[in-house]
């Protein structure tokens, strides 16, 4: 993975898609997300400027009336503030994922394996789409948070003898 410390070439989405719309706009939303997009303003994603997130963008932005712009900060306290939103974002999803690692904690520690297995399941599957997103996006911190996160996972469902 490359470290990239100040994204300075942003993926600008923007989408106009009506309120009796609400599937196509809830499917633009949802596979924004994991594409890395994070909300800027009211209708307006952004995601760093990379060609892996090229590729990923030009598909989603065959979504009715989604539109792809791309930009470049003024200067570098700009690009700094964008970047350190992007990445707040991304820590916050980082967050989620550690009240899951606790939920299945939780039910293991009741006798509920089935239902600590199934949010185990649905957690792995959201931290593989998140590697991909901090992989495009270069930043090696929030890799290394991912994977203690993982390394967590492991160890509550192998218990404390095998993790």
């Known amino acids: 993975m490359e470290a990239i410390a100040l994204v300075s070439d942003w993926i600008l989405l923007t989408y106009d898609l009506p309120a009796d719309r609400a599937k196509e706009r809830a499917e633009f939303l ?7 997009a994070v909300q800027h303003t009211e209708s307006v994603y952004i995601m760093p400027n990379t060609t892996a997130t090229l590729r990923l963008v ?10 792809v712009w791309f ?16 990445d707040d974002k991304v820590k ?11 939920k299945v904690r939780q039910r293991m520690e009741e006798g509920k394996q089935g239902a600590a297995r199934m949010i185990a399941r649905t ?6 789409k998140l590697e991909d997103i901090i992989e ?3 930043n090696v ?3 290394i948070e991912l994977v203690v996160l993982m390394d ?3 160890a509550v469902l192998l218990g404390p003898e095998e993790g």
């Open 92 to 102: 916050l999803w980082l967050l989620g994922l550690e009240e899951r690692i606790k």
């Open 58 to 67: 030009e598909e989603l932005s065959q979504i009715s009336h989604a539109f």
């Open 141 to 143: 911190e929030l890799m």
């Open 136 to 138: 495009r996006r270069g």
């Open 152 to 154: 967590k996972l492991k």
């Open 123 to 128: 957690t792995y599957k959201e931290m593989q």
């Open 30 to 36: 949802k596979r924004a997300k994991w594409l890395g």
């Open 71 to 86: 930009s470049k900060p003024s200067d570098e306290e700009r690009a700094r503030e964008l970047t350190d939103r992007y």
